[in-house]
């Protein structure tokens, strides 16, 4: 069950197996200082053939099913930098505990767009609706606010801090936060948010 293509929720997206034309891409993305800003344990650069193997390994791990997030008016042969805007993954499936790990990377030119939840909210969907799991966890630096503000308005529930638990790069440590959502909690309470959401997001669109 990896898909090739899963569409976006409100149909501005869509979700693509990573190929070998999107590595100039995620190259750049994984390199880009924004990025690294809560992820500073990556290396500071990410060279072509650094993301060939990246892909390569992934695609190869049968617990993980990464995915490029591409502009809706993506079509085969086009050029991938004109429409990719991120990567998200399900990482760490364990099929006897229905359980998972989700992560994100958006291009900072489309942050606070609406990408991530559409992106989300889609992932979300293929992985309690079509894998049948049960619980998916999402790891964030301590200081990164963003992301923590929209986990706690989706509903997903923090359940600790641990402390001082990744190295940070520059020879200190990092302290991350652990949340969770369970498949009852998608279906009664983060699904319907983020549907929310996606609707404003996708109405100020059509009216600007």
Partial sequence: ??????????GRLVLIRPREEDDPCVAALRSHPNTRRYLPFTPTHVSLEDACAIRLKRAADETRVPFNIHLASFSPGSDPASTFVGSVSVTHIDLEFKSCSLGILISPDYVRGGIATDALYTLLSYVFEDRKLHRAQIVT???????RGWLDKAGATLEGINRDSFANGSGGYMSMCWYSILEDEWRSTVKPRLEEKIAQATSLLKAS
């Fill in 141 to 147: 630096a301590v200081d990164n606010v963003g992301m």
């Fill in 1 to 10: 069950m990896r898909p090739d293509i899963l569409p976006s929720h409100s």
